[in-house]
């Protein structure tokens, strides 16, 4: 098992900024840490869940063309942590939004999920 405990959301006003992280834990996980893709996805009201950014054991990273230029992703690997800087947020940002680690051969792992606001 691989739990995931997001931390970091809120209120925030247009423009401003936010930090998500994302502890991953569990044995398989700590076994090979490498071999996980950390994610971050988000879902509005109303609409599907969607990926926002994604990073490889090997730090390649993924955006959605939505996020790019504003959000980064990053991971601390010794710490087994994600993080998801958001900068420039719009109202459209404003989200539920997962962790998710992802391995070849395993069901895919989420988290419990962190609430992002961006209003004025």
């Known amino acids: 098992q691989v739990q995931l405990a997001e931390s970091g959301g809120g209120l925030v006003q247009p423009g401003g900024s936010l930090r998500l992280s994302c502890a991953a834990s569990g044995t398989i996980f700590s076994f090979n840490t490498m071999a996980w893709t950390m994610a971050w996805y988000r879902q509005a009201p109303g609409k599907q869940r969607e990926l926002v950014a994604a990073?490889?054991?090997?730090?390649?990273?993924n955006y959605a063309d939505s996020v790019k230029g504003r959000f980064t992703i990053s991971r601390d690997n010794p710490k087994n942590t994600v993080y998801l800087q958001m900068d420039g947020l719009k109202p459209e940002d404003t989200a539920v939004y997962y962790c998710n680690a992802a391995m070849p051969g395993t069901s895919p792992y989420w988290g419990q999920g962190t609430q992002v606001t961006v209003s004025s």
């Open positions: 990073i490889t054991g090997g730090a390649r990273t």
